[in-house]
């Protein structure tokens, strides 16, 4: 309960800790005015009214400073604490010599709880309960008898510092963690918009080696198609990267999925919105589409271009795969079938029928193969 | 078609290795380059005067952005066409800017054979299309009918008839012009025509939202005629 974690902790914690402090300093205000109406109405019958009087000036005096003193963070050090709990622990112990010998209650009152209360905001917990046991302390040493009364006012006062205590605390370090995560959320956006102007400029320079490598010879078409195939990779990161965090826990976006596929010779269409399915149906369908392209790799060629269209009907998510290779002459999947080959239906359809869906392939000598995925929305799982 | 006759070109891109590029290639293919600009700003002050058929645009420039500099030019001057050239093809700025009146869309990867065939082609009033685009319009459509039409709306939700569906979606698929004729018995002009018609009603759908947007706003007083 030393006075530099307080000062830490009031600087990285200043909003909540100053709502707080500041509700404190209204409580303060009419928790005063209330002892100051109970005195005027009583002060006639005590053995000692003027120095009554004196205690409430004190207690007046000490509000007004006190208001002033909790508003500013640099201030709420254990001088102020200190203080403060010493006044409570002052006006208590004076009550006899004004009231005479067994006071029913004391001259402060109610007003003893902003100390405690105060403790509780600014050295949470442990600063609550001390505060509630010193104040409970003096109030049992001033009373000739313990009331059933006395132990409920007691009891509440220690338990209610602790629990506000307890509770301030929380409410300083969700504020503190809120404030961290608000702090690496725009950091995030700007690393993510510095990356895209990087991003944006490598792009350019991709694309143009792509274009001029070419006109400079052999080499140079190498070094255009290598500079066309990181072209393509860096462009899918770059817009996977804007649609991150679309899709919520459980389910992923396809046209995310779908995006990373993209590469010179796979070119991917799909709508601007996200595709947002369950994540195992995605990636389920994902696969398919994987083997389809695997398959035009091994039957039309390594080189070969295939083009993957996804379309978002009212009751069900197409995907096509198409190809330009020679087709696959009718029978030729079955002969596959029957030969043991299975790669082809097995994994394509098998895939799809477990999802409820469906695959088609359609294909003709000269124009290509094409297959049509497709597979109901709002699935239940 | 008009094989060989000089163009007016404009250039606008903020990279300007590939703004000389893409000038010199014009300029090799006989074209005229009547400017070139670095940003939104510069691209929007020299238009007036410049006057191009076509302008080469690439969307990620200095503010205003592309899809900004596309709408204004188109509404300065209708006639003129708008390529659209995206190095990341970010689909959402691509989408907006064909949405804004650009008629063809390129990556910036594309050939050079490719782009100054696009340049052709947008010049004759023909659409370019990706297959990308394609599937972003297809979408587009598919996401407007989704959206129930506010009861007052006295305009129609654009919506594509089954022969242009078909049509683009044999474009979102990788089928060329001349693939599609053959595959629907139907001409190569019939192609372009039903291509054409996706992107002139998304297009007059979006102008008709922005004055209704405008209307609404009170600012109708600047809106000229």
Known sequence: MSGEPAVRRSLTHVPVQDLLLRAMAVLRVIVLANSLVLYAMRFEDYPRPL????VMALLVGWTLVSVWAYAAPERRRAP????????????????????????????PGFYVMCAVLSWAVVWRWQ???????????????????????????????????????????????????????????????????????????????????????????????????????????????????????????????????????????????????????????????????????????????????????LEELPDRWVVSVRDDGPGIPAGRLDDSASEGRLGVQQSIVGRLVDLGGSAQVRSAPGQGTEWELSVPRHTSP | MSEGEQLRVMVVDDHPMWREGVARDLQEAGHRVVATAADGKEALSRFPAARPQVLVLDLQIPEPDGVAVTGEVVRQDPSVRVLVLSASGEQSDVL???????????????????????????????????????????????????????????????????????????????LSYKQIAERLVISHRTVQNHVQNTLRKLQLHNRVQLVRYALEQGLDDDQPG
Request: glycine share 10%.
């Open chain 1, 51 to 54: 120095l009554g009087w004196a």
């Open chain 1, 80 to 107: 102020l604490l200190v203080g403060d709990l010493g006044v409570a622990v002052l006006t208590i112990a004076l009550t006899p010599l004004v009231k005479g010998a067994g006071p029913s209650a004391t001259l």
């Open chain 1, 127 to 309: 600063g609550g309960l001390f505060a509630a046991v010193a104040v409970s302390i003096t109030d049992v040493s001033i009373r000739l008898e313990f009331t059933q009364q006395n132990y409920g006012n007691i009891f509440l006062l220690v338990i209610g510092g602790a629990v506000i205590g307890f509770l301030s605390a929380l409410l300083q370090d969700t504020a503190a963690q809120r404030d961290a995560a608000e702090r690496a959320a725009a950091a995030a956006a700007e690393r993510q918009r510095l990356s895209r102007v990087v991003h944006d400029g490598v792009l350019q320079v991709l694309a143009l080696v792509q274009r001029r490598g070419p006109e400079l010879g052999p080499d140079g078409m190498e070094l255009g198609r290598l500079a066309g195939e990181q072209e393509s990779r860096l462009r899918g990161l770059v817009q996977q990267g804007s649609r991150e965090l679309v899709a919520p826990l459980g389910e992923r976006d396809l046209v995310e999925l779908l995006g990373e596929l993209e590469s010179p010779h796979v070119h991917v269409a799909t709508p601007a919105t996200p595709a947002v399915l369950p994540a195992e149906t995605a990636s389920e369908l994902l696969a398919a589409v994987e083997a389809c392209l695997s398959n035009v790799r091994h039957h039309v060629g390594r080189d070969a271009d295939a083009w993957v269209l």
């Open chain 2, 96 to 174: 907006e800017a064909v949405k804004a009146g650009a008629t063809g869309y390129l990556v910036k990867s594309a050939s050079r054979a490719e782009l100054l065939d696009a340049v052709r082609r947008v010049a004759d009033g023909d659409t370019v299309f990706t297959p990308g685009l394609a599937g972003l319009v297809l979408g587009e459509y598919r996401r407007l009918s989704d959206v129930p039409a506010a009861p007052e709306a006295d305009t129609e939700t654009p919506r594509l008839t089954d022969r242009e569906t078909e049509v683009l979606r044999l474009v979102a698929k990788g």
